[in-house]
């Protein structure tokens, strides 16, 4: 395992202490909640890197990959939820990508779960699908 994979798998690790903290828009701590920006920004300053605070912000962050590039610890940017809007409004982190499973990400979302969740790349967020980002 090289370094960058040893941080991907930690910013993961990190991230996923957070499972089931609730969504509350404009927060960005485990005591308050966290909206979607505010969950990435949080886990990526405890590893010392330095994120707008804005899911808009962040699409400009980092260098742009593709779908099947994507990895651990990169960014995953979408429409808010009327996906014909085409601008950047939910952000997560990707957990993994593989052939079989496709593509997951840990967020916090403010839809049925109201809270840092983890889900597929599929169904609404593949429609509202924008683009990925690699930071690390």
Do not use: W
């Not at 969950?39 to 962050?61: C, D, H």
Request: overall charge positive.
């Amino acid at each position: 395992m090289n370094s960058s994979t040893v941080v991907e798998k930690e910013v993961i690790a990190f991230a996923k202490k957070f499972l089931g903290v609730r969504y509350r828009y404009g927060q960005a701590s485990p005591s308050n909640g966290f909206d979607c920006s505010g969950f990435v920004y949080y886990v990526f300053k405890e590893f010392g890197i330095s994120l707008p605070r804005s899911s808009s912000g962040m699409g400009q962050a980092g260098q742009d990959v593709t779908l099947e590039e994507a990895k651990t610890g990169d960014i995953i940017l979408f429409t808010g939820t009327n996906p014909a809007n085409r601008s950047i409004g939910h952000v997560g982190i990707i957990m993994s990508n593989d052939d079989k499973e496709g593509i997951a990400f840990i967020h916090a979302s403010s839809g049925k779960a109201q809270a840092v969740t983890e889900t597929k790349l599929e169904g609404s967020y593949q429609r509202r699908f924008m683009k990925i980002v690699r930071v690390l």
